[in-house]
């Protein structure tokens, strides 16, 4: 099972932008998703991206300003996050899909990371 470890996140004000990373520990060509969990609410579903990176599927509530990327050579997957919300206020995970399917549902995701704390202030 791939070890996922997550960075990047941080305090950043309404209208910022942030920059996180997702590391595997070892080679990985499977899909791969971002989902974010707020205090008190579920883990939802956030970006995912296929292996080759070449199919992307975002939630509603990012597209257009969220952008999920991977550079294989170096196994990690990237969340380009921009014009940021405090609705965006979550901690935020990797995970690696199990399927070929662009699949928006936890349960088709594995080797979850620890997470990374984004706070957007107002």
């Known amino acids: 099972q791939v070890q996922l470890v997550e960075s990047g996140g941080g305090l950043v004000q309404a209208g910022g932008s942030l920059r996180l990373s997702c590391a595997a520990s070892?080679?990985?060509?499977?899909?791969m998703g971002w989902f974010r969990q707020a205090p008190g609410s579920e883990r939802e579903f956030v970006a995912t991206?296929?292996?080759?990176?070449?199919?992307?599927v975002y939630a509603d509530s990012v597209k257009g300003r969220f952008t999920i990327s991977r550079d294989n050579a170096k196994n990690t997957v990237y969340l380009q996050m921009n014009s940021l919300k405090p609705e965006d206020t979550a901690v935020y995970y990797c995970?690696?899909?199990?399927?070929?399917?662009?699949?928006?549902?936890?349960?088709?995701?594995?080797?979850w990371g620890q997470g990374t704390q984004v706070t957007v202030s107002s």
């Open positions: 995970a690696r899909r199990l399927s070929g399917s662009s699949s928006r549902t936890t349960r088709d995701y594995d080797s």
């Open positions: 070892g080679r990985t060509l499977s899909g």
């Open positions: 991206i296929s292996g080759t990176g070449l199919t992307t």
